[in-house]
């Protein structure tokens, strides 16, 4: 079983940006598909972002194509989510999970058996 932990979440003023990171406990993440999910007060908890364990193919939400960028790093074992021009509507609890990344479109979390404990995003509005 996957045990998977979120570190970087904060407060940042709209416009601002903030780095997430995922990581593994007893293992680590170099060859498995990554995804960084949200969920905001009272709202389904939605895909934000994925890689694929094979190639580093990538799939955004429409809500933040543009704005955040997920990207892995082999050398410290860490998934990433760089998130830009963050929004008041960016704030939410955000989640690693693993292992998968469809072919196209955001993740779902159907999809997801393995899943983090969370990092809390706050942009004021």
């Known amino acids: 079983q996957l045990q998977l932990v979120e570190s970087g979440g904060g407060l940042v003023q709209p416009g601002g940006s903030l780095t997430l990171s995922c990581t593994g406990i007893?293992?680590?993440?170099?060859?498995?598909?990554i995804a960084w999910f949200r969920q905001a007060p009272g709202k389904e908890r939605e895909g934000v972002a994925c890689?694929?364990?094979?190639?580093?193919?990538?799939n955004y939400a429409d809500s933040v194509k543009g704005r955040f960028t997920i990207s892995r790093s082999i050398a410290n074992h860490t998934v990433y989510l760089q998130m830009n021009s963050l929004k008041p509507e960016d704030t939410a609890e955000y989640y690693c999970?693993?292992?998968?990344?469809?072919?196209?479109?955001?993740?779902?979390?159907?999809?997801?058996?393995?899943w983090g404990q969370g990092t809390q995003v706050m942009v004021p509005s």
């Open positions: 890689i694929s364990d094979r190639d580093d193919r990538t």
């Open positions: 999970a693993g292992d998968y990344c469809s072919d196209s479109g955001p993740p779902a979390i159907n999809e997801y058996d393995y």
């Open positions: 007893g293992f680590t993440l170099d060859y498995y598909a």
